[in-house]
């Protein structure tokens, strides 16, 4: 299966079957996120190096705003879309085969996890596979360690909480917080 038949079927947000031609383009893939990966994390970089390895791990241009922190870590790479001046924080998580956007002027903390699978609820089908998109708007801030899940919008502007899990959509220019995420306050502009 080729890449973009592969980034097609996720986003079309189809079950993926354990075993199926998806699955394996899937591990395919994840291998070769591994071994770019440990090429980010396993030794310094420079901030273009970082960079330069980043826009291979996606597979697409990264902007000369774009800074991380190592370690960072995916599984996939290939689905992640990234603004300018975004701002990654060690030890982020990223499970983008669902699809992942992330707008201009985002700030994402320390440890954050950012996940776009759920596994199937029946148990016969627990290794089945369902993608869900997230999409962060723009100048958003995630606080450390907090978790985005899979099919969640969070609004321009909006914060995330440190430790906060984020199961639902988060309306733009709202602080939210918690297990689960709730509306703390609006933020004025």
């Known amino acids: 299966m080729e890449l973009q038949e592969f980034l097609n079927y996720m986003n079309s947000g189809q079950k993926v079957v354990a075993g199926s031609e998806e699955h394996l383009c899937m591990t395919r893939l994840s291998q070769e996120a591994l071994r770019l990966t440990a090429e980010l994390n396993g030794n310094y970089h420079t ?34 879309r990234i603004g300018k001046h975004v701002f990654f924080n060690g030890g982020c998580k990223v499970q983008d085969q669902g699809g992942i956007t992330i707008g201009d002027g985002c700030l994402i903390g320390h440890n954050v996890v950012l996940a ?30 907090a978790t985005i899940l899979p099919g969640v919008t969070i609004g321009d502007g909006a914060v995330v909480a440190a430790g906060a899990v984020v199961a639902g959509d988060v309306p733009m220019n709202t602080v939210v917080g918690g297990v689960p995420a709730k509306v703390i306050k609006m933020i004025e502009t």
């Open 116 to 145: 776009t699978l759920n596994h199937n609820m029946d148990p016969a089908h627990r290794a089945d596979m369902i993608p869900a998109p997230v999409h962060i708007g723009k100048c958003v801030w995630i606080g450390a360690n």
């Open 47 to 80: 901030p273009e190096e970082i960079r330069e390895i980043f826009a291979e791990l996606i597979g697409k241009e990264v902007d000369e705003t774009f800074h991380m922190f190592p370690p960072f870590y995916t599984d996939c790479g290939k689905n992640l």
